[in-house]
C-alpha cells in the first residue's frame, strides 16, 4: 500500500499510547497517554498512526500497548 493511502485505507488495529516520555523527540505535542489510535501501517521498529493532529506519524513501537 502507498503512504499516500494511510489516510483513507481502513485501519489494520488500534493501540493505546502507555507514555508521551521521549528521550529525543517531542512527542507530547500528538501523543496522549492512555487514549487509542488506529493503526494504518507497521514496521519491526515503528507504528503508524492517526496522531493528535489528524495526520499520519511514525512512531516507535516502545509508546504503544
Wanted: charged share 25%; glycine share 6%; with cysteine.
Amino acid at each position: 500500500m502507498s503512504f499516500k493511502e494511510w489516510t483513507t485505507a481502513p485501519s489494520l488495529r488500534t493501540v493505546v499510547c502507555k507514555h508521551a516520555d521521549a528521550e529525543k523527540y517531542v512527542v507530547t505535542n500528538v501523543l496522549t497517554p492512555g487514549k487509542t489510535y488506529e493503526v494504518k501501517n507497521e514496521t519491526e521498529e515503528f507504528i503508524f498512526i492517526v496522531d493528535n493532529t489528524g495526520k499520519v506519524g511514525g512512531y516507535y513501537k516502545t509508546y504503544f500497548e
